[in-house]
């Protein structure tokens, strides 16, 4: 006699398991989006992004205006020693050939390891980089007093700003932050 495999049971529609109600409230499009860039950027060879968006604050105003990276290409199975695609704009290669070591220290810094070890230039256009300025949003509520009266005592204005900040950024919270 041979067996015949177990018939699998069909589940009826009441046995099917309900939708659950959703949990948390809505996602503003701006903290979305670098989860949908990170994709795209890997995609096109970028580990990080923030090399694209931060290129200005890695190399300087000046290389930034005539540079613009276009990936990062690591060997078969490792994340160093890359090799870094730039665009430079015509006319300024051998002067950006100069800067090459210098610029390789600096993305190297910005990634913490030796991300990038060489780097391959080609010549095309560079749209200038316009960065959306915003006034700061206005301090809804006043820095309690005690923090106000703490923070005059600290003789570096720099950093009594930033604190001054970071206590009213804590006045304007609704609660403990979240990490997520």
Do not use: C
């Amino acid at each position: 006699m041979t067996e015949r495999p177990p018939v699998p049971k069909v589940k009826s529609r009441a046995a099917l398991p309900v939708e659950r109600p959703r949990i948390g409230a809505s996602r503003q499009i701006a903290d979305l989006m670098p989860d949908i860039g990170r994709a795209a950027f890997r995609k096109f060879g970028f580990v990080q992004s923030s090399i694209v968006t931060r290129w200005t604050e890695i190399v300087g105003s000046h290389y930034a205006a005539i540079t613009a990276p276009e990936s990062i290409r690591f060997p078969v199975g490792k994340k160093a020693g890359g090799t870094l695609q730039l665009t430079v704009m015509s006319g300024h290669g051998p002067m950006v050939q100069h800067m090459l070591p210098d610029m390789i220290e600096r993305v190297n810094r910005f990634f913490g390891y030796a991300a990038v070890a060489k780097v391959a230039m080609r010549q095309g256009d560079i749209l200038p980089a316009t960065t959306e300025r915003r006034p700061p949003p206005r301090n809804l509520r006043p820095i309690p007093v005690e923090l106000g009266d703490s923070l005059r005592g600290i003789g570096d204005p720099e950093l009594r700003t930033v604190l001054e900040s970071l206590a009213q950024g804590l006045a304007n919270s609704s609660g403990p932050p979240k990490i997520g």
